[in-house]
C-alpha cells in the first residue's frame, strides 16, 4: 500500500503565497510522475502542474510564471510553490503520484492525496 500525504493549504490574501507539501510513503520502489490538481466547487478538476522523475515540468496556462512545482526524489515529496495567489486560485489541490512497487512487474499505480484547501480571499 502507498499513502499520499498532501497538507500546506490554508487562507491566503490576494497577491499571497503558499506551499504545498505532498509525501508518499508505504511499499514504494520508484516513483515517477507527480503532479497537482485542483477542484473548485462546482467546476471538474484540473491539472496544475507536473513533474517527471527527471524534473522535467509542465503547468497549465492559468498558473506559468506564478506556481512552481518540485520534488525531492529521495524524500519522495512533491512541492508546490504558489506565489500571486488570485481569487479563482481557491480550490481544493490535490496531489498525485504513479508509483511502482515493484522492480519486477514495472506496473505503476495512480496514487491521490486526500486534498488540502487553498483559500483566497481578501
Known amino acids: 500500500q502507498v499513502q499520499l500525504v498532501d497538507a500546506g493549504g490554508g487562507l491566503v490574501q490576494p497577491g499571497g503565497s503558499l506551499r504545498l507539501s505532498c509525501v508518499a510513503s508505504?511499499?514504494?520502489?520508484?516513483?515517477?510522475?507527480m503532479r497537482w490538481y485542483r477542484q473548485a466547487p462546482g467546476k471538474q478538476r484540473e491539472l496544475v502542474a507536473g513533474?517527471?522523475?527527471?524534473?522535467?515540468?509542465n503547468y497549465a496556462d492559468s498558473v506559468k510564471g506564478r506556481f512552481t512545482i518540485s520534488r525531492d526524489n529521495a524524500k519522495n515529496t512533491v512541492y508546490l510553490q504558489m506565489n500571486s495567489l488570485k481569487l479563482e486560485d481557491t480550490a481544493a489541490y490535490y496531489c498525485?503520484?504513479?508509483?511502482?512497487?515493484?522492480?519486477?512487474?514495472?506496473?505503476?499505480?495512480?496514487?491521490w492525496g486526500q486534498g488540502t484547501q487553498v483559500t483566497v480571499s481578501s
Open positions: 498525485y503520484a504513479e508509483v511502482s512497487t515493484s522492480a519486477y512487474t514495472g506496473v505503476r499505480y495512480q496514487y
Open positions: 508505504g511499499s514504494i520502489f520508484a516513483i515517477y510522475a
Open positions: 513533474i517527471t522523475r527527471g524534473g522535467s515540468t
